[in-house]
């Protein structure tokens, strides 16, 4: 069965810091990934997603950045993070023709 | 691009009773329609989903219901208990070759024991 990893789960970082978010997949091949942004209370932003090694797409313009250096691997970025970035980072990945998609269990960001 | 509206946002129900919960979206030619639960400090999981071609999907307590003419589709949860409380997306997936789901902006359901 396929499964999603993601990591750290929680982190605090001060403003200026880099910030890097990593999630894998298992039991699967060729996914598509995201990674999504969620603020207190708020809904489910699309931050980027990815179709193949490589290939990133940016929803949102912002000091936060994607790679995807192998088939299932998902790296979320920035070289200095904003008090705005703080929030709940979530990865998730669907089947290529299917819309069924599959989250992480979370990484919650505090930037102070 | 497509666009999905939620409603209520938020929702107070007794526990035992239904609790419905709408959505429409805006590109007609989308053919697929997920149902998320987030429960509080937790990822969203898919509860149940719906495909263009069905009218109404049923699973115990919970059942969707889609309209394509009014492009709209309704969250039923009957009998409703205290852990159904939780925030509930419904999301839409367009059709051509670049598809990404399109989320709602969530309704808060609160269950009162």
């Known amino acids: 069965s396929q499964t999603i990893h993601q990591w750290p789960a929680t982190l605090v970082q001060p403003v200026g810091s880099p910030l890097s978010l990593e999630c894998t997949v298992e039991g699967t091949s060729n996914p598509n990934l995201y990674w999504y942004r969620q603020a207190a209370g708020r809904g489910l932003q699309l931050l980027f997603y990815s179709v193949g090694i490589g290939q990133i797409s940016s929803e949102v313009p912002q000091n936060l950045s994607a790679s995807r250096p192998q088939d299932r691997q998902f790296i979320l970025s920035s070289k200095k993070l904003l008090l705005s970035d703080s929030g709940f980072y979530l990865c998730?990945?669907?089947?290529?023709?299917?819309?069924?998609?599959?989250f992480g269990e979370g990484s919650r960001l505090t930037v102070l | 691009g497509e666009n999905v509206e939620q409603h209520p946002s938020t929702l107070s129900v007794q526990e035992g009773d239904s609790a419905v919960i709408k959505c429409t979206y805006s590109d007609s030619a989308s053919n697929y329609f997920p149902w998320y639960k987030q429960e509080l400090g937790k990822r969203p999981q898919l509860i149940i989903d719906i495909r263009s071609n069905v009218g109404e999907k049923k699973d115990q307590r919970i059942a969707v219901t889609l309209n394509k003419t009014a492009k709209h589709f309704s969250l039923h949860i009957t009998e409703t208990q205290p852990e159904d409380s939780a925030v509930y997306f419904c999301?839409?997936?367009?059709?051509?070759?670049?598809?990404?789901?399109?989320f709602g902006s969530g309704t808060q359901l609160t269950v009162l024991p």
């Open positions: 999301a839409a997936l367009p059709s051509g070759s670049a598809r990404q789901l399109t």
């Open positions: 998730a990945w669907s089947s290529r023709g299917s819309g069924e998609l599959f």
